[in-house]
């Protein structure tokens, strides 16, 4: 199945910071988080050097992704890090696996 939209989270180096968001072109998007954590830090992920992707999740369209999106960022830190978990269990570094 072909995804047009992704929602992803991801964290700082430590695991300690978490960012969720949402896009159509994720490959784009986390290079974006990358440039903001080495020179902007305007934005959040930038601030805390978030732009190590650990979840991600592919939609057909873009209401679908934009109401998980919300969803997940109403959720408990508890409850985010065993969706990660589970998705991922060491919570490896998937930035090259998505294409």
Same mark, same amino acid.
């Given at each position: 199945?072909?995804?047009?939209?992704?929602?992803?989270? &991801?964290?700082?180096?430590?695991?300690?910071?978490?960012?969720?968001?949402?896009?159509?072109? &994720?490959?784009?998007?986390?290079?974006?988080?990358?440039?903001?954590?080495?020179?902007?830090?305007?934005?959040?992920?930038?601030?805390?050097?978030?732009?190590?992707?650990?979840?991600?999740?592919?939609?057909?369209?873009?209401?679908?992704?934009?109401?998980?999106?919300?969803?997940?960022?109403?959720?408990?830190?508890?409850?985010?890090?065993?969706?990660?978990?589970?998705?991922?269990?060491?919570?490896?570094?998937?930035?090259?696996?998505?294409?």
């Amino acid at each position: 199945m072909l995804y047009n939209y992704f929602v992803y989270i &991801i964290a700082n180096e430590y695991r300690t910071t978490l960012y969720i968001g949402v896009t159509n072109n &994720i490959q784009k998007r986390l290079s974006q988080h990358y440039f903001d954590s080495q020179n902007a830090k305007l934005s959040f992920a930038g601030k805390y050097n978030c732009y190590y992707l650990v979840y991600y999740e592919g939609f057909e369209d873009s209401k679908s992704a934009i109401y998980r999106e919300k969803i997940l960022k109403k959720w408990s830190r508890a409850k985010k890090n065993k969706l990660i978990s589970d998705f991922s269990p060491k919570w490896e570094t998937l930035n090259h696996q998505v294409v």
